[in-house]
T-cell receptor, first 114, second 113 residues
Framework: SQTIHQWPATLVQPVGSPLSLECTVEGTSNPNLYWYRQAAGRGLQLLFYSVGIGQISSEVPQNLSASRPQDRQFILSSKKLLLSDSGFYLCAWARGTSGTGELFFGEGSRLTVL | AQTVTQSQPEMSVQEAETVTLSCTYD???????LFWYKQPPSRQMILVIR??????QNATENRFSVNFQKAAKSFSLKISDSQLGDAAMYFC??????????FGTGTSLTVIP
């Protein structure tokens, strides 16, 4: 069966510090991968998605970036965090061209920028 | 980008009663998927139900059913015989042909004992 893991689960970082959130998927190959941010009391905002290694599409211009160094690994990064980067970050995957079409989510990472 | 609108930030329902959560979306595509996800206090996103746009029949999963009106671009979720465990944030989502998933802002459902 397929599983998705992301870490760390909780992170407290000072303004201006770097960020790295990592996500890995097991049990499938060539998944579509996604990073979402959920601000307090708000919906899910699509940040990045990837249909293959090295292929990253950005939905929202900001100081965050994403990379996909391996087929089932997706990393969210920032060189300098802002207060507004605080939130709950969710990694997710979906089958590219087959299956039932839904999105499978990781457990989430709570980021607090102080 | 497609937009998904949930106009009810909060809803409440008496235990064992029925509640309907609303969702509308905007798209020019003819082939797509629609979903309802549940997010309990644990924050884990759980798929509740899915609907393929080419299927005219409304999807049903036990106590959960949808009313899919393609022409009106409406996709509501009906929860029958509401249970305390149904209390959560519910998100409507749209999957485009380009494989992006877009979510509404959510509806917080309270179940009153």
């Amino acid at each position: 069966s397929q599983t998705i893991h992301q870490w760390p689960a909780t992170l407290v970082q000072p303004v201006g510090s770097p960020l790295s959130l990592e996500c890995t998927v097991e049990g499938t190959s060539n998944p579509n991968l996604y990073w979402y941010r959920q601000a307090a009391g708000r919906g899910l905002q699509l940040l990045f998605y990837s249909v293959g290694i090295g292929q990253i599409s950005s939905e929202v211009p900001q100081n965050l970036s994403a990379s996909r160094p391996q087929d089932r690994q997706f990393i969210l990064s920032s060189k300098k965090l802002l207060l507004s980067d605080s939130g709950f970050y969710l990694c997710a995957w979906a089958r590219g061209t087959s299956g039932t079409g839904e999105l499978f989510f990781g457990e989430g990472s709570r980021l607090t920028v102080l | 980008a497609q937009t998904v609108t949930q106009s009810q930030p909060e809803m409440s329902v008496q235990e064992a009663e029925t509640v309907t959560l609303s969702c509308t979306y905007d798209t020019s595509e003819s082939d797509y998927y629609l979903f309802w996800y549940k997010q309990p206090p644990s924050r884990q996103m759980i798929l509740v139900i899915r609907q393929e746009a080419y299927k005219q029949q409304n999807a049903t999963e036990n106590r959960f059913s949808v009313n899919f009106q393609k022409a009106a671009k409406s996709f509501s979720l009906k929860i029958s015989d509401s249970q305390l465990g149904d209390a959560a944030m519910y998100f409507c989502a749209y999957r485009s042909k380009g494989n992006q998933f877009y979510f509404g802002t959510g509806t917080s459902l309270t179940v009153i004992p």
